[in-house]
């Protein structure tokens, strides 16, 4: 059973730049759409974009100016950047993978989730 | 703000029956499958219905998802107290070329 794990510093500076690692286990990184989702306190969910094992990225186009997503294979993990952070950005970040259900690259498989403040 | 549109909340008495609407439109239900999500306090989301109306075997059969045309549907049938949560539609959009989520809504079990 694949099993993901987020990690990072909790507490980030404003306009600094956000960096979560998402690692891997019980499974291989290849062939699969990588996600970042997030949920600030009291909201809904907001899907930040995804990444293949290719390289090939789909960002929100609210945050794509922002968004940096990358892989490493050799790690079995793959990150989030998000630059120039505001006290709107403070959330609790989840990773997630997609699955033979969805279809579509839907999220399945979902990371505990880390949650990351923003302070000025 | 999200483009799929849930009820904030819904609410019924253990046995009941809840239905929750979620509102989309051609971009994304239209042309995509809708899929459901559980989310606990605390845990990580769930994937309840996928591909519209199937079911991973660990989800009992109380839950049931169907769309048609751009709106989506999910009921509970014969509600249990393990049910109250948050629940959240989504989709594909060709549109954004991204993955949207419903604005989310809560079940309490009274």
């Known amino acids: 059973q694949v099993q993901l794990q987020e990690s990072g510093p909790g507490l980030v500076k404003s306009s600094e730049t956000l960096s979560l690692t998402c690692t891997v286990s019980g499974g291989s990184i290849s062939n699969f759409y990588w996600s970042w989702i997030r949920q600030p306190a009291g909201k809904g969910l907001e899907w930040i974009g995804r990444i293949y094992t290719s390289g090939t990225t789909n960002y929100n186009p609210s945050l794509k100016s922002r968004v940096t997503m990358s892989v490493d294979a050799s790690k079995n993990e793959f990150s989030l950047k998000l630059s120039s952070v505001t006290a709107a950005d403070t959330a609790v970040y989840y990773c997630a993978r997609d699955g033979p259900f969805t279809g579509d690259g839907g999220p399945e498989y979902w990371g505990q989730g880390t949650q990351v403040t923003v302070s000025s | 703000q999200s483009v799929l549109t849930q009820p904030p909340s819904a609410s019924g008495t253990p046995g009941q029956r809840v239905t929750i609407s979620c509102s989309g439109s051609n971009s994304n239900f239209g042309s995509n499958y809708a899929h459901w999500y559980q989310h606990l306090p605390g845990t990580a989301p769930k994937l309840l219905i996928y591909?519209?109306?199937q079911r991973p075997s660990r989800v009992p059969d109380r839950f049931s998802g169907s769309k048609s045309d751009t709106s989506a549907s999910l009921v509970i049938s014969g509600l249990r107290s393990e049910d109250e949560a948050d629940y959240y539609c989504a989709a594909w959009d060709d549109i954004l070329r991204g993955y949207v989520f419903g604005t989310g809504t809560k079940v309490t079990v009274l």
């Open positions: 591909r519209n109306n």
